[in-house]
Structure formats: structure tokens, C-alpha cells
């Protein structure tokens, strides 16, 4: 089997619908479900006797420990993270705490736990820690792409924490000689992302008729990889990546946030027009830029492309369109996650932005 934490969020549910749909290997997935952890991600899966979940911090030693030990997974596939900027500048101690402190811990048990192993089952183990484009800082415009070897310079609380479990896991490799793998995605959309993220942010509150606040002239360029892409090439990096190895995942997608806001928009108009008649553009407010934000991102993803065979198979329009199908179609799921804490956080971040 394998063991999953974070699972219950958006881009680990993914995972693990995707992981089942074609493969038998059962899958456990061990979350302490946060604000961003949502068990109705995996509504579907109660039941499947390939899968289980445990509620568990990744932090939790003793938790972790006895988990390794009764369930004895193959390979561990690490997407628990805290991992929104705005919310890192609001609150850098959670993100420290989740992403440096509880990988470390993380990382704690699974040295134990492959320390034990015979020699077979060491050298079949991996360990699969998802990371993040932000890492590498902000490129200029008509700068190349980052890739695996472009080095570290994050801008925020939450690319700083995920820098820091990166280099912990790049540690526990050449140290321990933990088969580590290091996967770095550029932006992800699709289904069951929590609303707190630009495109699902722009999708729930046009249909409600509010503001869709756009940061300063947004102009910030950003690589776009959908979800379901993302999850075929943390598979293929299971499967066949090199110990030791980072992969960036990439979309081969630039775009502009302000021309992102566009394209949802286009696409509502299209889907499910307003009741006037005028376009969702009309909602749009420019609001006050937030600190330190990176101007560029985009991602060289030619590594893992010419190693291991994986391209995206989704252009950024196609799967814009299923990602906004996909809330159309499901706007009980979209109500019931934007509870009060939610609306309270909303209105905490750009409550206080001038228009």
C-alpha cells in the first residue's frame, strides 16, 4: 500500500481518486483535516475497502509511528502543507509549524521506519515530497524558466516554509540514504479546490454577485497546471524517478492573472449568464497588490519530460472549462465549504484593500 498525507485537500484528493480509478494498491491517507481539509472531497471512497484514513498531524511522532508500523507502506507520498501566501503573511507561525517542523517530524518517523527494513524492501521504498515553483523567487519577464538547478530565493512565509522541507528532505536522502523524491509544481487548478485560490475565488463569488478583487494591475504572470495533470506526474515520479532527484511539473501555460479573471468570466457568460444580461467582467475590482508579491513564475518541466515521459495532456482551455463545469455542477460542495471562518478570512484579507 501506499500512505498519503494531506489527502483530503485539493490537490491530495485528487491524487487519490486518480491513484484508485486506476490502480488496486490501497491507499491510506492520513490527514488532520484543516480549514482546507475536506472529507467530502472523498465522498465517493467510504466503503472501498482499498482505502482508509486516519486523522493524524503529520507532526504527531507517536501517531506517524504507529501508523508506519501497522500498515508497513511501500512508498509515502508527502502533499501536507499549509500552502496559501496571504494566509503565510496573516499567520507565518502555522506555516513554519506545518511545513518545516511537521515534515521534519514526518521525516523522524520515516528514518526510523526504513532503518528497520531489510535490504529488499529498502531499495523498493520512496518517498514522494511535494513541493512548490515558489521556492525558486520571482523571474523577470523574458527570464528563462526555472529549473531544477535555478537556486532558492522565496519571497513569503509559505515559500520559505516549503524551501525549508525541501532542504530537509534533500537532507534526509544524502544523509540517511532515504530514497527521497522532490516533485516542484507550478500553479494548480481544477475540481475541489478550496475558494480561498484565484480561480474558484473568482468562480463563487461571481455567481454570488460579489466583487472579484483582482491584486494591483494583475499583471502577474503565473504557470497554470491542471490538477488531474499534476497527479499523473506525481504517479510517473513514483514510479520511475530517480532517488535523490527533483522534477519540476509544469503546464507550459503562462498567463496573467487579470487575463485568468478574463477567461472565467468569459466562460460564465457562456455557461450561466446573468440574469442582466451584462458580462461578469463588470464585477471586477482591482484592490490593493499584497506584500512581496512575485511578479513571474514559470517552470522548465523539459527533466521530467525527457527522463520519465510525462507531458501535461490538458491545454490551459480545456481545463479551464472543466474546472468551471465542475462548480457549476457543484454548488452544494461550493456553499458548505465557505462556512463563517471561511467568510471571516475573506473578509480579513481584502476587507481592509482600497479598490
Not at 191 to 199: A, D, M, Y
Not at 322 to 349: C, F, M
Request: glycine share 10%; aromatic share 10%; net charge negative.
Amino acid at each position: 500500500m501506499i500512505l498519503v498525507t494531506g489527502g483530503a485537500g485539493f490537490i491530495g484528493a485528487n491524487f487519490i481518486l486518480d491513484w484508485l480509478a486506476g490502480n488496486d494498491e490501497p491507499v491510506l491517507n492520513v490527514d488532520k483535516l484543516t480549514y482546507a481539509g475536506n472529507p467530502e472531497n472523498l465522498a465517493a471512497l467510504p466503503g472501498d475497502p482499498r482505502y482508509a484514513f486516519a486523522l493524524c498531524d503529520i507532526g504527531d511522532r507517536r501517531g506517524i509511528d504507529a501508523l508506519l508500523s501497522r500498515h508497513r507502506p511501500r512508498a509515502i507520498v508527502n502533499f501536507a502543507a499549509e500552502s496559501h501566501v496571504d494566509r503565510s503573511i496573516h499567520a507565518p507561525g502555522d506555516f513554519i509549524q506545518t511545513n518545516v517542523v511537521g515534515t521534519f517530524n514526518l521525516l523522524e518517523s520515516v528514518r526510523v521506519y526504513f532503518s528497520a527494513m531489510g535490504p529488499g524492501e529498502k531499495a523498493a521504498f520512496r518517498f514522494l515530497h511535494v513541493s512548490t515553483d515558489e521556492v525558486y523567487g520571482s523571474l523577470d519577464k523574458g527570464e528563462p524558466a526555472f529549473a531544477e538547478t535555478r537556486g532558492y530565493a522565496p519571497n513569503s512565509p509559505y515559500s520559505a516554509s516549503k524551501a525549508a522541507s525541501d532542504h530537509l528532505a534533500r537532507a534526509c536522502f544524502h544523509t540517511y540514504g532515504i530514497p527521497v523524491l522532490t516533485t516542484n509544481c507550478s500553479n494548480n487548478y481544477g475540481p475541489r479546490q478550496f475558494p480561498e485560490k484565484l480561480i474558484p475565488l473568482m468562480i463563487v463569488n461571481a455567481l454570488a454577485g460579489k466583487n472579484l478583487p483582482v491584486y494591483g494591475d494583475g499583471q502577474q504572470i503565473r504557470d497554470w497546471l491542471y490538477v488531474s495533470d499534476h497527479c499523473a506526474a506525481v504517479r510517473r515520479v513514483l514510479e520511475a524517478g530517480r532517488p535523490g532527484e527533483t522534477y519540476n511539473i509544469g503546464g507550459w501555460n503562462e498567463w496573467a492573472n487579470l487575463d485568468i479573471v478574463h477567461a472565467v468570466c468569459g466562460l460564465l457568460d457562456e455557461m450561466k449568464p446573468r440574469p442582466d444580461g451584462l458580462s461578469y467582467r463588470g464585477q471586477i475590482v482591482h484592490v490593493a497588490d499584497r506584500p512581496g508579491h512575485d511578479r513571474r513564475y514559470a517552470v522548465d518541466a523539459r527533466k521530467i519530460e525527457s527522463e520519465l515521459g510525462w507531458r501535461p495532456a490538458e491545454t490551459f482551455s480545456t481545463g479551464l472549462e472543466k474546472t468551471v463545469r465542475w462548480y457549476l455542477d457543484h454548488p452544494e460542495w461550493a456553499a458548505r465549504v465557505q462556512s463563517g471562518a471561511y467568510r471571516d478570512w475573506i473578509e480579513k484579507n481584502y476587507g481592509a484593500r482600497n479598490e
